[in-house]
């Protein structure tokens, strides 16, 4: 099972950023795929979500109308565009995969936020 996150980078507050994460190894269409972002000194934190079937998503608050996030089942990948980049966004940004019983975690890309 391999998730591989990139996209990152650094970005000055306003701007934008497409993260991907293409996975390989297990049923991509049958997970749930979420981004978790972790600023330093804080607890890793649920950002995005996309179903598995009906491509519902949720967003955290803090994101809502900013970010979208989006799946290709062809190309067993996850995405989320990030629009209107703040301060606070800077972060170490997770993909991850799970349905019961499995939980899958990419190894994060780095987005900074600043000036």
């Known amino acids: 099972v391999q998730l591989v996150e990139s996209g990152g980078g650094l970005v000055q507050p306003g701007g934008s950023l497409r993260l991907s994460c293409t996975t390989s190894?297990?049923?991509?269409?049958?997970?749930?795929m979420s981004w978790y972002r972790q600023a330093p000194g804080q607890e890793r934190e649920l950002v995005s979500r996309?179903?598995?079937?009906?491509?519902?998503?949720n967003y955290v608050d803090s994101v809502k109308g900013r970010f979208t996030i989006s799946r290709d089942n062809a190309k067993n990948a996850v995405y989320l565009q990030l629009n209107i980049l703040k301060l606070e966004d800077t972060a170490v940004h997770y993909c991850?995969?799970?349905?019961?019983?499995?939980?899958?975690w990419g190894q994060g890309t780095q987005v900074t936020v600043s000036s």
């Open positions: 991850n995969a799970w349905t019961f019983p499995s939980d899958y």
């Open positions: 190894g297990f049923s991509f269409s049958r997970y749930v």
């Open positions: 996309i179903s598995a079937v009906a491509s519902t998503t």
